[in-house]
Structures are given as structure tokens and as C-alpha cells.
């Protein structure tokens, strides 16, 4: 079954803190990142995974990690990243809608997976993107900070974005390739 997650509604600002290391390629919190949270995962869920942690009451995203994603999937480009599409400012809220049939109570049931969500990662000249490559293009974007997502006609998230990342951290990147 396919599911993407879909765009709700945009809130304010949260603060965000990007982790990027040689273990786990990125790891991003918003705000405090403590709460408890519904999971959506995609990639091919062996060699590719992506994992989106959502407020569990507001649907606010609360964390995103790239756990894992195949070697073959990452390009680098010396491109600079160009957008001449709308951008709000501000965090996203996702519907959870998907969730509503499952005992959430039980921690399992917080799970959705979309193991047939193939991922690619891009590794540019001071940025990061990663596309979902079912999702169609996108056609606004939102950002919050350093962090753009991208999200298509059908309000589904197409592409992910870390911004404005220095040389080290990119450098760490491509040891993954």
C-alpha cells in the first residue's frame, strides 16, 4: 500500500538542529523534539530508509533521519540549488489521518511503512536534497531555517532539502557513496 505523507497546514518557526555524521547520514530535530511520535517510513526499508517522526496530538513533524540510503542512489553535483518556486516560511504539519484506525497505544501500531518509496539523495555544492521518486515534482516549497520541503500539486512531500551546509559535513556525506 501506498502511502505518502501529505501536507496539512504550515505553523510557525521551530528551532531545528541538523546532525550529520559517518553512521547515520542526517538526523534532524524541530523544537524539542521530546514528544511522542507516529512514524512514517520510507525507501525499500533494507538498504534505503527514511524515517519521519510526527507529533503524535498536532501532526507537526518532529524529527526526520536518513537512516540508511544505497550507494547508488546519491549523486553529486557542484550545481548551486535554484528555486524560483512560491516558499513559505515556517514548519509543516502533515495529516495523520492514516493513523486514526490504529490503537496507537500500542507503540507498533505508530508505524506506517511505505517500502516502495524509492529515495535518492543529492549531495550539491552547499545543500543536501532528498527525493521521493513516486512524488511528483514540486510546485512550493516550505522552509523552516535551513530546512525546505518541497510538496506537489497533491500537497504530497516530493523533496527534502538541508540548506547552507559547509564543506566538512558534505565531505561526510559522500563516504556513504
Same mark, same amino acid.
Given at each position: 500500500?501506498?502511502?505518502?505523507? *501529505?501536507?496539512? =497546514?504550515?505553523t510557525?518557526?521551530?528551532? @531545528?538542529v ?10 534532524? *530535530? ?11 517510513r520510507?525507501? +525499500?526499508?533494507?538498504?534505503s530508509?527514511?524515517? @519521519? ?8 513533524v518532529s524529527?526526520?533521519?536518513l537512516? =540508511? ?7 553529486? *553535483?557542484?550545481?548551486?540549488?535554484? =528555486? =524560483? ?6 514548519? @509543516?504539519?502533515?495529516? *495523520? ?11 507498533? %501500531? ?6 516502495d518509496? %524509492? ?15 513516486k ?8 522552509i523552516? !531555517? +535551513? ?7 497533491? !500537497? ?5 532539502e538541508?540548506?547552507?551546509? +559547509? ?11
Open positions: 500500500m501506498t502511502i505518502m505523507l *501529505t501536507l496539512e =497546514n504550515e510557525n518557526y521551530k528551532d @531545528v541538523v546532525n550529520i555524521d559517518e553512521f547515520v547520514p542526517f538526523d534532524i *530535530t524541530f523544537g524539542k523534539g521530546s514528544e511522542q511520535c507516529l512514524y512514517w520510507g525507501g +525499500n526499508g533494507k538498504s530508509l527514511v524515517e @519521519v517522526g510526527l507529533n503524535m496530538y498536532s501532526g507537526e524529527n526526520i533521519t537512516a =540508511n540510503i544505497d550507494s547508488g542512489e546519491i549523486n553529486i *553535483t557542484d550545481e548551486m540549488l535554484a =528555486n =524560483n518556486l512560491p516558499e513559505i516560511q515556517g514548519s @509543516v504539519i502533515f495529516q *495523520t489521518s492514516e493513523w486514526l484506525n490504529k490503537d496507537i497505544s500500542e507503540y507498533s %501500531n505508530r508505524f506506517i511503512d511505505d517500502f518509496c %524509492n529515495i535518492k539523495l543529492i549531495i550539491g555544492s552547499n545543500y543536501i536534497k532528498l527525493l521521493f521518486k512524488a511528483t515534482n514540486p510546485i512550493c516549497y516550505i523552516n !531555517r +535551513n530546512i525546505r520541503f518541497g510538496f506537489s500539486l497533491s !500537497r504530497e512531500l516530493s523533496t527534502l538541508i540548506l547552507d551546509l +559547509n564543506e566538512e559535513k558534505l565531505d561526510i556525506l559522500k563516504l556513504f557513496i
